[in-house]
């Protein structure tokens, strides 16, 4: 037998109807927040994801030569692709640009539970609202907004346990530049000091010549966290930044994300405040959003432009939610017609055509069988009702209609039907 590939699911009808249900109700919220959709290749030029995203996507891109030798990548990620098209077609347009995302991202990742090699990412960018007034050009109304909408999103999935936390990147990425960490090794502690590998930072950062007393003064500043009171805590513009951001989030009516200075993203393209949301009922896979501000157009050809966005793990908001005993009930379809006998089949084909003019989710039997092994594939497709057509009530033009809930049957005329369903 052939499997689907490692790290790839199958997604049966129940579990695409979940899926769909709760894609629909994120896109509801993206456009009560403003936002309109776009879509962008499954692959791209792999130089994309190269010239930025950082050490740890690359080494998880699905990479290949396509038949004209040039280097291609399956998207890990959307924010790039996103950029790209701004400043391929939309770069005129006025700001800030709205957008958001729903699609696949691909990472070659050992799968474990949520984590997938193939994975849905349903994600929104807010591009090109600089502010010369602060130095990484975002404004604290544009991250509040992604911040905002990130936690509607998560409201609208109806998860119980979640928290969102707030820092700011460029507090710490000046920080290790303060304390001589090169530029262009950068990435390579943030990234440890991301997954909290204290015991690998350290001596990855004595090799570049720091000191251990600031080797302990950035450690200190990535276990900043708690209330908005920490800010106070926070240096200088950066401090009252956030708390901007935090007011105008007060204002939205959004619960105040607790402040932690240790959000450090694994992505390499942040400039300054970075989120994140984690369900603890996922264990060790737990972060189900994450987004900041970053500049990324000037690297692919465009004007230097600020933007916010986040992305949301779909997959794994869906599995939090099924962690916390909260099931999806399939709605199925709403009608299931049953000929009787053979003499009525065609009659019952022209019933099941105008239920469905009618925009009535029907169906029919099509295996010839008899009226119990019918209603046994009638509660199996989840029908709600199930119009049994027999030639003596046909007669009269009726059919008998049986709701499947409560097992209650009566006899209605074919020409008030559409008005039972
Ligand atoms: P990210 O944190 O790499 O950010 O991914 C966003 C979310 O995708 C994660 O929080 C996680 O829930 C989910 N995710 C990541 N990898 C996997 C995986 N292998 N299996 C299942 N779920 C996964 C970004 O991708 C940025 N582009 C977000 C962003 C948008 N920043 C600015 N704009």
Do not use: W
């Not at 950082?54 to 080494?59: A, F, Q, R």
């Not at 691909?106 to 929104?124: K, L």
């Not at 990425?173 to 304390?179: H, L």
């Not at 006998?341 to 105008?354: F, N, Q």
Request: with cysteine; aromatic share 10%.
């Amino acid at each position: 037998m052939i499997q689907c590939p490692r790290g790839t699911r199958d997604f049966l009808p129940d579990e695409m109807e979940k899926r769909r249900f709760y894609e629909n109700r994120l896109r509801h919220v993206a456009l009560t927040f403003g936002f309109r959709e776009v879509e962008t290749p499954i692959f791209e030029d792999a130089e994309l994801f190269i010239l930025r995203s950082g050490p740890n996507v690359l080494k998880e891109l699905y990479a290949f030569k396509d038949k004209g030798d040039r280097d291609i990548a399956l998207r890990p990620e959307m924010t790039a692709p996103a950029i790209r098209m701004f400043v391929n077609g939309m770069s005129n347009d006025p700001k800030p640009i709205k957008i958001f995302y729903f699609g696949q991202c691909f990472r070659y990742e050992r799968p474990q539970s949520g984590r997938y090699r193939e994975f849905f990412q349903f994600g929104a960018e807010i591009i090109g609202s600089a502010n010369p007034e602060y130095k990484n050009g975002a404004r604290p109304e544009t991250d509040a907004e992604a911040i905002a909408m990130a936690a509607s999103m998560i409201k609208a999935f109806g998860l119980k346990e979640y928290r969102i936390r707030i820092g700011h990147i460029g507090v710490l990425r000046q920080r290790i530049a303060d304390a001589g960490v090169p530029a262009d090794r950068a990435a390579e502690v943030l990234q440890k000091l991301d997954k909290k590998l204290y015991e690998e930072a350290r001596p990855l950062m004595e090799d570049m010549g720091v000191s251990s007393e600031n080797i302990d003064g950035i450690f200190d500043l990535t276990e900043t966290v708690g209330g908005p009171e920490v800010l106070d805590k926070v240096p200088g513009e950066v401090g009252d930044y956030l708390r901007k951001v935090v007011s105008f989030l007060e204002a939205m009516g959004v619960k105040t994300p607790e402040i932690d200075l240790g959000v450090v993203r694994g992505l390499d393209y942040y400039t300054g405040m970075v989120f994140e949301a984690e369900a603890p009922a996922l264990g060790a896979e737990k972060q189900i959003c994450g987004g900041g501000s970053y500049t990324l157009s000037e690297l692919f050809g465009g004007e230097k432009v600020f933007s916010t966005g986040f992305a949301i793990g779909f997959d794994r908001i869906l599995l939090a939610m099924e962690k916390e005993g909260n099931v999806y009930e399939p709605r199925g379809i709403s009608v299931y017609v049953v000929p009787v006998s053979d003499d009525v089949r065609l009659r019952s084909a022209e019933i099941v055509a105008m239920l469905r003019k009618e925009g009535i989710p029907s169906d029919i039997d099509i295996m010839g069988r008899k009226m119990a092994k019918a209603m046994k594939y009638a509660s199996s497709i989840r029908a709600r009702y199930v119009v049994i057509v027999g030639a003596k009530e046909l007669e009269e033009d009726s059919v008998t209609v049986r709701d499947m809930s409560t097992g209650e049957q009566k006899l209605v005329k074919i020409s008030e039907l559409c008005s039972m369903f």
